[in-house]
Every structure is written in structure tokens, then in C-alpha cells.
């Protein structure tokens, strides 16, 4: 039900984000999704990855910070009021949204990553109001 994101913290310098690419290529692992985000110094690297656990362990051999971290994929249609409507599942469950990024699936429809405060809590709320969720399987294979 929970899929895994590979988390990498990397210097916020010219060629480190293609250094954490180059890894992966190398190691035959394709990115289904990613999000960056930025300080000064660092930048905190979210990816969808379709060996997360693999990934994780090429990277830490090259001397990168990397983890894992459950997170849940939510199909959402493409459409006006689709994540308001989706958002709204989670207040109704009175929980945090941490952070959420575009996971992309090549279908033509959006469908998103999130971060929430009590992943099983909001998986048991999203199934009951008929949101569907992708499966590990799924979400890694998507674009492969």
C-alpha cells in the first residue's frame, strides 16, 4: 500500500544533482518522479525510484545521505476541484499534509505523492472514500 521514496541530501553546488543521477543510470535504476527542494547550502532530493532499496544502497556507496520513507501514490483524475476534493479526505481525518509532489504517470491523468502524519490513518480514509492508491509495483514500474 506504501511506496517507497529514496530521500538524498546533497550540497547545493554545480554537478551534484548529476552526480546522484549518474548513480542511478549507472546502476540501471530509472527515476518515475522527483522533487527538489533548496537552502543555501543543501537540497533535499525526493525521487519515486523503480529499485528504491537498491538505489538507496548504490548512493550511500558513493557517499551520499540517502533514505527511505513510506509514502502513500494517490490517483487523482486531471480535473477542476480533483485535490480539493482529495485534501479535503485529509482534514476530514484530521491529518497533516507534510509535503506532496506530481508523481508522473504518463496516462494523461495526475496523480500525486504524499507525505502525510499518519500514513495509515490516511490510507484507511482515502480507501474509504473510494480514492485509489497505487501499489509499490505500480508506482515503481511506471514509465519502465
Do not use: W
Amino acid at each position: 500500500m506504501f511506496v517507497k521514496q529514496l530521500s538524498v541530501f546533497i550540497e547545493n553546488r554545480k554537478g551534484r544533482l548529476e552526480d546522484v543521477t549518474n548513480v542511478l543510470k549507472d546502476n540501471d535504476i530509472n527515476i518515475v518522479s522527483i522533487s527538489l527542494a533548496d537552502t543555501n547550502e543543501y537540497g533535499l532530493l525526493r525521487m519515486i525510484v523503480s529499485d528504491p532499496i537498491r538505489g538507496k544502497q548504490a548512493l550511500r556507496d558513493q557517499g551520499f545521505s540517502a533514505m527511505l520513507t513510506d509514502v502513500l501514490a494517490v490517483r487523482l483524475p486531471n480535473g477542476v476541484g480533483k485535490l480539493q476534493n482529495l485534501l479535503c479526505h485529509f482534514n476530514e481525518a484530521e491529518l497533516n499534509i507534510e509535503y506532496m509532489y506530481i508523481l508522473a504517470t504518463g496516462s494523461g491523468n495526475d496523480s500525486m505523492v504524499i507525505k502525510v502524519s499518519d500514513n495509515e490513518k490516511a490510507a484507511s480514509a482515502l480507501e474509504k472514500a473510494g480514492v485509489v492508491l497505487f501499489n509499490p509495483d505500480e508506482a515503481y514500474a511506471i514509465h519502465e
